[in-house]
């Protein structure tokens, strides 16, 4: 059996301090030996961090991941289940994807979000969280949310 876990963070112009560690990063030493993929551009003015594990012979349980979660500085705000019916509509450009971008999470896309291919099709759990980071859009201040 595969398990798959996938953590998405948009950080568009985030506050990033040069002696701070990267929104996210910390991510990188979950369970590194099944990391599958890492995207991330995370520039001067913020930017964005996708990171893929999959493992086909053990379990992620939610209680270690939000466990590790925690002990990083996310707060969980909201979890909730996304069938895999949901999650078919998630297409942009004839392509899968998770529909996420600078101004958060889409359920419902409008065919207009282009936001992070999607490998996982058979629904799952989302969990959304406060970050400890801070974004500046249109000169406001707001959180930066973390998903897994």
């Known amino acids: 059996m595969k398990t798959r876990i996938v953590l998405l963070l948009i950080s568009m112009f ?4 040069c002696n701070k560690m990267t929104p996210a990063g910390f991510w ?15 520039g001067p003015w913020g930017g964005h961090r996708a990171i ?8 992620y349980y939610e209680k270690d991941v939000l466990k590790f ?3 990083n500085g996310w707060k969980l705000l909201k979890r909730d ?10 297409i942009f450009n004839n ?3 998770f529909p996420l971008d600078n101004s958060g999470f889409h ?13 996982i099709r058979n629904g799952g759990i989302l969990y959304k969280f406060t970050s400890g980071w801070t974004l500046v859009h249109n000169d406001k201040d ?4 973390g998903y897994i």
């Open 107 to 119: 359920e419902s896309p409008d065919g207009t979000v282009d936001g992070f291919h999607r490998l």
């Open 14 to 17: 985030a506050l990033v301090s």
């Open 142 to 145: 707001k959180d930066a949310y």
């Open 52 to 59: 893929f594990w999959q493992n086909q012979t053990g379990k």
């Open 95 to 97: 392509k899968l994807i």
């Open 69 to 71: 979660a925690f002990h």
């Open 28 to 42: 990188k030493n979950y369970d590194s030996n099944h990391i599958t993929e890492k995207i991330g551009d995370q």
């Open 81 to 90: 289940s996304i069938s895999a019916n949901v999650m078919k509509s998630w």
